[in-house]
């Protein structure tokens, strides 16, 4: 399926429409279908410029590790082993450390491997790292951390970039009513910042500083039909304590 669009709502979910998560989906205009043939065909062509995964580990060679845990019931690879031997850029969203503050960041990964030196790009919610023939350059660092942290919750040496960066979030919804229903009840309860629940995948609205008057372009941007609206965190800082 090309053109996935947002989650339904609720009471219109077609079971028919589920993402490899086996989630929901919807279709944007335009959306076209084509057989796992087709679609493998695309993959090991190399026609694939970038693709983005979630990984359990990934080391200093750029070795990745996201399809399955010894021990642990899985439904499948899936198609993560293609995508990362057939696509030309790879990237890894994830979290730096496990729940139990195990790094997920290594030296060498100890679990079975999906690709070996497919790895590009590293993004977590501490730092940006790149891959590079001397292992991993910390590219950029959060702004609510610091390189002894970054440094503490990685399992792998770093070299920091000359050039290094404070990182610049930007938040994706794929809901936007979602979004302005909720930063609307905390303008009106006079409540505080954003927080991003990154293992569920859910934004709560704390502390909200902004007037409704401040906020009203963004709110008037949320209305418009796209599929994902892009919030700056200079408008809504994300609060990650």
């Not at 023939?133 to 399992?155: C, F, H, S, Y």
């Not at 941007?221 to 304590?241: F, G, M, S, W, Y």
């Amino acid at each position: 399926m090309l053109g996935v669009g947002p989650y339904p709502e609720p009471g219109q979910e077609d079971p028919d429409l589920l993402n490899a998560g086996k989630e929901p989906v919807t279709e944007l205009l335009g959306t076209s279908y084509f057989s796992s043939a087709d679609s493998f065909a695309m993959v090991r062509g190399g026609h694939v410029d970038l693709t983005i995964l979630g990984a359990f580990q990934v080391d200093q060679e750029g070795n990745l590790a996201n399809w399955t845990i010894p021990g642990k019931v899985v439904k499948g690879m899936g198609g993560a082993m293609d995508l990362v031997a057939g696509a030309r850029r790879v990237v890894v969203t994830m979290e730096h450390a496990a729940r139990d503050g195990r790094p997920k960041i290594l030296t060498q990964c100890t679990l079975p491997l999906t690709g070996r030196r497919c790895v590009d790009l590293v993004v977590t919610e501490m730092a940006v790292l790149r891959v590079v023939k001397e292992g991993l350059l910390l590219a950029e660092i959060a702004p609510d951390t610091t390189l002894e942290a970054v440094r503490k919750a990685t399992g792998a040496p770093l070299l920091v970039a000359p050039d290094l960066v404070t990182m610049q979030y930007k938040l994706n919804y794929a809901k936007a009513s979602d979004v302005k229903l909720l930063i609307e009840r905390a303008v009106l309860t006079q409540r505080g910042n954003v927080e991003v629940d990154e293992r569920s995948n859910m934004v709560i609205v704390k502390d909200v500083q902004e007037t409704l008057d401040e906020l009203k372009p963004l709110l008037a941007d949320l209305d418009k039909p796209e599929p994902q609206v892009e919030i700056e965190a200079q408008i809504l800082q994300t609060n990650r304590d």
